[in-house]
Every structure is written in C-alpha cells, then in structure tokens.
C-alpha cells in the first residue's frame, strides 16, 4: 500500500490550537499507546545499554508530544544512579504546556518551543531521540531531521515511527473502532499509520540523510527503530 501523506490535511494535533480537553485526552491515549503497544520500549530497550557505560548524560528529544519517552528515560536514569540531564523540543505550544504539566517532578526535564527541522542551538548533545515523528512531514523534511539528529548528536540517534503496512492499518481502524474512539484520537491514529514510512523507505530515508552503519529493527505492533552509532 502506498504512504498515503497530503501537507494540506495535516492531523488534527498538529493544528494550531489552545490547550483543551480534546487535546489533553488526545495526548493521554497517545501515553496509553506507547506504555502498552512499545513505544517507551522502542527508545529505552536500546538506550539502557548505552546510558550503563557512564554516569552522565545529555539528551535531546525531538518532537516531544507530551514528554512520556523523556520522562521515563529520567525515571530509568534515576532509578540506576545515573545523571541526566534533557531537553525536549516541540513545534505546538499547547502541547508543550501539557507536556510541562505531565512532567511536573522531573527538574532535570527543560522544554523549548521549535521546529524540529531546523532547530540548531550552539552546542551538541550526547544523544537525540526523536519518537513517532517522522511520519508527520514530507519525505524531504523527513531527510532534514534525520541530518539535524545527526550533527546535534556526538554518540548516538536513535529515531523511531509507525511502520506502514495492510494489517497494521486494519489493526489501527479496529482499535479506534472499539477502544480509542475519541473524535482526535481516532482521526489522528487512522492518518498516522496511512501516512507512516514503510520498513525500507525508513532505511532510504537515514541514507539519503547521510546516515553511515546505522541499525535498522523492526518493533512489535507495526513500529521500526533505527540507531546511529557515533
């Protein structure tokens, strides 16, 4: 099936708009989807053997949403005695002010309002995560990300998304029929697993992003992580 992508229609989170309930509960399911289909895992599974080679640790996050992937990274890290500091970076302001609220108790969480695709402050991190992403832009965006991952990190990148394909849509059409029914939820959900990269376009983007040796992985219920080692 083909990617199914229109920069004119773009998901209903991705609208400029305040902070509501339709987006808080939107941003709620999206934490229940990650906890329970992977999505925590697909970032933290890879990172854990990393982040036990040292004691300290910068870390930038790329479109954060609500910050549960940076959260529980702070949460691992402390649990093991190890220090971290985190920056996490979206485009919506509005989600940014859920995110702050979520994240509450976490001192060593600070967030920036930016587009991703260009954002360059005047230093690096040690790694860059950016989770379910990609498949909101445009090919070519989608390229500009994966080389803004890679100049902003100085040992690793770990990129994950949806990985499209024919049953994980009809899952996707399933579980926003019987479960995550919510107006926001349903309509983004059922955009984003049409709009998502599949297992080989994902690996064609890294490459014409520059990307050299990266690890590719398919995840449990339709997702893929790539790693970039440095």
Request: net charge neutral; with cysteine.
């Amino acid at each position: 099936m083909r990617r199914e992508f229109d920069p004119q229609t773009p998901e209903w989170m991705d609208l400029p708009q305040p902070v509501s309930a339709e987006l808080e509960d939107d941003l709620a399911n999206l934490r229940t989807l990650n906890r329970w289909f992977g999505g925590i895992r697909a970032v933290l599974d890879p990172l854990k053997s990393i982040l036990q080679t040292r004691r300290e640790w910068s870390l930038l996050d790329l479109a954060t949403g609500s910050a549960d992937i940076p959260k529980a990274v702070a949460q691992w890290c402390r649990q093991n005695a190890i220090s971290i500091t985190i920056d996490a970076v979206d485009f919506q302001a509005s989600t940014l002010a859920v995110a702050e609220t979520f994240c509450g108790d976490e001192a060593n969480i600070r967030f920036h309002q930016a587009d991703i695709r260009t954002y360059a402050r005047e230093r690096t991190w040690d790694l860059v995560v950016c989770s379910l992403a990609l498949h909101h832009f445009s090919e070519s965006d989608a390229v500009q990300i994966l080389q803004r991952a890679n100049a902003l990190a100085t040992q690793c990148v770990i990129v994950t998304d949806l990985r499209r394909s024919l049953l994980g849509t009809l899952g996707v059409d399933l579980l926003t029929a019987v479960w995550m029914t919510a107006p926001m939820t349903r309509n983004d959900a059922r955009a984003s697993v049409r709009r998502a990269f599949s297992f080989s376009e994902f690996s064609d983007l890294a490459r014409s992003a520059g990307w050299l040796a990266f690890e590719h992985r398919r995840v449990p219920t339709f997702r893929q992580t790539m790693i970039l080692r440095k």
